[in-house]
């Protein structure tokens, strides 16, 4: 079937723009759809804002998980919202002579 806007726009917000998911309910490969989406600026704009949703809820989901005392969401939290506090993960390197 051929690709349409409207068809890989709907497939977009269904995969939640995850490239490789929406070639593949297309049937068409990952680099003819990069192709495609690069003639149609507003379907790289969709994209964009289908990936910054997804990246909000994500964020959502941690801040609720570091709320209910996950250990790890907090671990991973500190690790990374945390590094102006001193909390870093670092690997010393001890030189024997």
């Not at 409207?6 to 939640?16: F, H, N, S, W, Y």
């Not at 149609?40 to 704009?45: A, D, K, V």
């Not at 941690?62 to 690790?79: E, F, I, K, Q």
């Amino acid at each position: 079937m051929k690709l349409t806007q409207e068809r890989v726009a709907k497939a977009l917000t269904k995969t939640g723009a995850m490239v490789a998911e929406t070639a593949k309910l297309l049937g068409v490969s990952r680099q003819s759809l990069y192709l495609f989406l690069q003639r149609y600026p507003e379907l790289q704009q969709l994209r964009t804002e289908i990936e910054d949703e997804m990246l909000d809820e994500a964020e959502g989901h941690l801040a609720t998980a570091v709320r209910n005392g996950d250990l790890d969401a907090c671990m991973y939290y500190l690790s990374t919202k945390g590094k102006n506090r001193g909390f870093t993960t670092r690997v010393e390197i001890v030189r024997t002579a």
